[in-house]
Nanobody, 123 residues
């Protein structure tokens, strides 16, 4: 069983930056895509972005231009660089991995999940 472990969350002021990391416990581990989701209190889990195994990235409109996903295949690690943070970015951020052939933004189509890391943006 693969475990995904996130790190890098914390408290930051609006306009600031954070970088989250997600490391997979098993090597080799070759999902078709590794994604980030976020969930604010009382809300559904929302898609943030995905990096496919080919390196293609897709982002939600709400974070486009501010967030960047990158990866280190040798380390089985994916990163989420978050710039120009806003209070509405406050949430628990989860990384997830999927083996689906077709790129998906639906949480139910992801096979592995991390425990999440809290990101809080103060105004």
């Amino acid at each position: 069983q693969v475990q995904l472990v996130e790190s890098g969350g914390g408290l930051v002021q609006a306009g600031g930056s954070l970088r989250l990391s997600c490391a997979a416990s098993r090597r080799p581990f070759s999902p078709t895509g590794m994604a980030w989701f976020r969930q604010a209190p009382g809300k559904e889990r929302d898609f943030v972005g995905i990096r496919t195994s080919s390196g293609r990235t897709v982002y939600a409109d709400s974070v486009k231009g501010r967030f960047t996903i990158s990866g280190d295949n040798a380390k089985n690690t994916v990163y989420l660089q978050m710039n120009s943070l806003k209070p509405e970015d406050t949430a628990v951020y989860h990384c997830a991995a999927t083996n689906r052939v077709v790129l998906t933004t639906t949480p139910n189509e992801y096979d592995y999940w991390g425990q999440g890391t809290q990101v809080t943006v103060s105004s």
